[in-house]
């Protein structure tokens, strides 16, 4: 299967953004990546659903957004109404609620009722039994492998073995293991031979520039297609 390719539009130049979509676009990658930060869960705030529905205007890509916020429940349904394809929370913002693993199950329900793939997110120290309790509830598990919050980071090796161990399950189950965080053509092809399909790359595409954008694109292609 071809492996996914979505650029976090976090990590693009914003104040040239949608020259920045045009060009990866025209690349061939397979989706967006949106991350929305709210300065609460993660201390930086990047975009909100305003600028969901103008990146919505401008490209026909499938567009998965990453939320990076507290409380994800209230965001579904404006994001369902604009069409994305899928919403990641995190199991995190769960975890401090008293009764959090109800309310967690509850809103990967919601994204589904709503038509959207549904997925987790899993930080670099979260374990990966979150993902036992909601196998059945989730098209999607992301596997952090920086800290959430920022673009640029390096990529933690240490995640590689958690990448293995859902990847086995997942494909069982026809769940998409997803990557975010310091991928690159190097870490990109050793998460895919660790069982990722779906790689969300930020700096490595945007750092070169606008001009920059298709070389990118086209060298993680190269290293990472099976
Ligand atoms: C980090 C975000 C990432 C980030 C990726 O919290 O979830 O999507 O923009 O950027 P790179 O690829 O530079 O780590
Ligand atoms: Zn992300």
Same mark, same amino acid.
């Given at each position: 299967?071809?492996?996914?390719?979505?650029?976090?539009?976090?990590?693009?130049?914003?104040?040239?953004?949608?020259?920045?979509?045009?060009?990866?676009?025209?690349?061939?990658?397979?989706?967006?990546?949106?991350?929305?930060?709210?300065?609460?869960?993660?201390?930086?705030?990047?975009?909100?659903?305003?600028?969901?529905?103008?990146?919505?205007?401008?490209?026909?890509?499938?567009?998965?957004?990453?939320?990076?916020?507290?409380?994800?429940?209230?965001?579904?349904?404006?994001?369902?109404?604009?069409?994305?394809?899928?919403?990641?929370?995190?199991?995190?913002?769960?975890?401090?609620?008293?009764? +959090? %693993?109800?309310?967690?199950?509850?809103? $990967?329900?919601? @994204?589904?009722? /709503?038509?959207? *793939?549904?997925?987790? =997110?899993? !930080?670099?120290?979260?374990?990966?039994?979150?993902?036992?309790?909601?196998?059945?509830?989730?098209?999607?598990?992301?596997?952090?492998?920086?800290?959430?919050?920022?673009?640029?980071?390096?990529?933690?090796?240490?995640?590689?073995?958690?990448?293995?161990?859902?990847?086995?399950?997942?494909?069982?189950?026809?769940?998409?293991?997803?990557?975010?965080?310091?991928?690159?053509?190097?870490?990109?092809?050793?998460?895919?031979?660790?069982?990722?399909?779906?790689?969300?790359? +930020? %700096?490595?595409?945007?750092?070169?520039? $606008?001009?920059? @954008?298709?070389? /990118?694109?086209? *060298?993680?292609?190269? =290293?990472? !297609?099976?």
């Amino acid at each position: 299967m071809r492996v996914q390719i979505a650029p976090s539009v976090y990590a693009s130049p914003l104040l040239r953004v949608g020259e920045a979509l045009d060009a990866v676009e025209a690349a061939g990658v397979d989706a967006l990546h949106l991350d929305v930060m709210d300065g609460h869960f993660v201390p930086a705030i990047s975009f909100g659903v305003l600028f969901v529905r103008e990146i919505r205007a401008r490209t026909s890509l499938p567009l998965d957004v990453h939320l990076m916020v507290a409380q994800p429940e209230n965001l579904l349904d404006e994001l369902a109404a604009i069409g994305v394809r899928g919403v990641t929370v995190h199991a995190e913002a769960f975890a401090a609620r008293p009764d +959090g %693993s109800r309310e967690l199950g509850e809103v $990967l329900r919601t @994204i589904r009722g /709503a038509g959207m *793939r549904a997925g987790i =997110a899993l !930080q670099p120290g979260t374990s990966d039994t979150v993902f036992d309790v909601f196998e059945a509830d989730i098209d999607d598990l992301l596997v952090m492998t920086v800290e959430p919050g920022a673009s640029g980071q390096s990529f933690r090796l240490d995640q590689i073995e958690k990448i293995r161990r859902v990847s086995a399950r997942a494909r069982i189950s026809g769940i998409q293991v997803a990557v975010d965080g310091g991928i690159n053509p190097e870490t990109g092809a050793a998460c895919v031979a660790a069982g990722a399909r779906y790689l969300v790359v +930020g %700096s490595a595409l945007f750092s070169g520039g $606008l001009d920059g @954008i298709a070389s /990118a694109v086209s *060298r993680m292609r190269g =290293a990472v !297609q099976t």
